[in-house]
Structure formats: structure tokens, C-alpha cells
């Protein structure tokens, strides 16, 4: 079983995130509860992961557009398409390497996706970050979006860096090692932080309302 809740839940997490920190009561008070978003899980999402990659949302969006257009992605049809294919649908040369040695290490039965659903989140964290491509961003997103798991904590994201700073009145972004640290009290619900955290970011700080200790004047 996964460490912690099993599943992530977003009002018992925004219950426990405002009876812990005022400062995140009054973020919840300020957009209201985040959605709750969930991608299927398997080898289609990590091939998504791997294309969203270090590109905007409507780059990665228009390049699954066009590989997923056939029909549904798997290794053999990804597999099928080789080099030559996926370069033709946007991948870049990296991510054509990082797809191909996914979908070749699931092919040779070297790594099922459907396992890490039964993997406790650092046993799961370890088998996907051992796959060529993926780093701990990548693996925290796929636990936490397609596994629905409720104490990830991506730390590097520099969304949730910014949105911590506006939060919490900070005079810089909080790195990685400093955001860890605020973050601590939030656990068991990191990932319902997370959410908060990104719509914060979303509908406050990108709207450039960013005045003020607490984010609210």
C-alpha cells in the first residue's frame, strides 16, 4: 500500500492544510477548493509525461493530438512508428530516445506499468525515475495524477515555488530544500497542497494580484 492516505481526497485535505497553516486557510478562502485532476494510468500516461516535458501546455497538447489521432498509444504502436514517426508527430530527438526505450523495456517485459499501482510511493518513485527520461518531476507527477496518491510533494516545481512565496509574504522563491521545510506541516496532504498551489498560482499570482504579506490586498 502507498504510504500515507491511500487516495488522494480534497476536502479532507483542505480541511487539514487550514487547521494547520493560517496562511493556506486563507489561500483556500481566497480560490476556493482546486479540482481534482485525474489522467488514466499506464504506459500512454508516462509517454504524456515524457511530452510535456519542458514545453507549454499547447505544444505538448497539439503533439499527443497528433500521435494519439490513430487510435490508442501503446508500446507496439509506438514500437511501429519509430524514429521516423515520432519525429513526424513533434518529438524531439531526446524524447523519441526516451519513448522508445520505455516502450521497449514494457515490450521485453523489463517494466510493467500496472505494478506501480500496488508499490508503496518510494518503491514506485524508484521504478519510474529508473526509466531513461524520467526524473523525479516526471514520477511525482505520475503518482500523484495518475495514481491519485495524497502526500507527493513536487518541490522543483517552480509554480508551487512561486505561489508559496506570494502565500507565504516571502521576499524570494523558496528553492527546493526551503519549500520541503514550509511544506512539512501539510503532511499527510502534500498533494491537496499541491492542487491548491497551482490554482493559486493560476487564478492569483499569474493575474498579477500579488500584493500585499499574505497575497490578499
Request: overall charge neutral.
Amino acid at each position: 500500500m502507498p504510504d500515507g492516505p491511500a487516495r488522494l481526497d480534497i476536502d479532507a485535505g483542505l480541511a487539514h492544510l487550514a487547521s494547520v497553516d493560517p496562511d493556506m486557510d486563507k489561500a483556500i478562502e481566497r480560490v476556493g477548493a482546486p479540482e481534482q485532476r485525474r489522467r488514466a494510468p499506464g504506459f500512454a500516461a508516462l509517454v504524456n509525461i515524457i511530452v510535456s516535458q519542458q514545453v507549454s501546455l499547447q505544444s505538448a497538447a497539439a503533439i499527443w493530438n497528433r500521435l494519439s489521432a490513430p487510435g490508442p498509444v501503446t508500446a507496439a504502436t509506438v514500437l511501429a512508428l519509430g524514429e521516423e514517426g515520432l519525429r513526424g508527430v513533434g518529438f524531439s530527438r531526446p524524447k523519441i530516445r526516451y519513448t522508445l526505450a520505455l516502450a521497449d523495456a514494457v515490450v521485453r517485459g523489463d517494466f510493467n506499468p500496472a505494478d506501480l499501482a500496488a508499490m508503496r510511493d518510494e518503491e514506485a518513485m524508484a521504478a519510474i525515475t529508473a526509466l531513461l527520461g524520467f526524473g523525479r518531476w516526471s514520477g511525482e507527477i505520475y503518482l500523484m495524477f495518475c495514481l491519485g496518491r495524497a502526500d507527493i510533494w513536487p518541490a522543483g516545481d517552480i509554480a508551487l515555488q512561486e505561489a508559496a512565496r506570494v502565500i507565504k509574504g516571502l521576499n524570494q522563491r523558496p528553492d527546493p530544500s526551503t519549500l520541503d521545510v514550509i511544506a512539512e506541516p501539510w503532511r499527510p496532504w502534500r498533494s491537496v497542497a499541491a492542487h491548491l498551489l497551482w490554482r493559486y498560482y493560476r487564478d492569483v499570482v499569474k493575474a498579477g494580484a500579488t500584493t500585499g504579506v499574505d497575497g490578499f490586498q
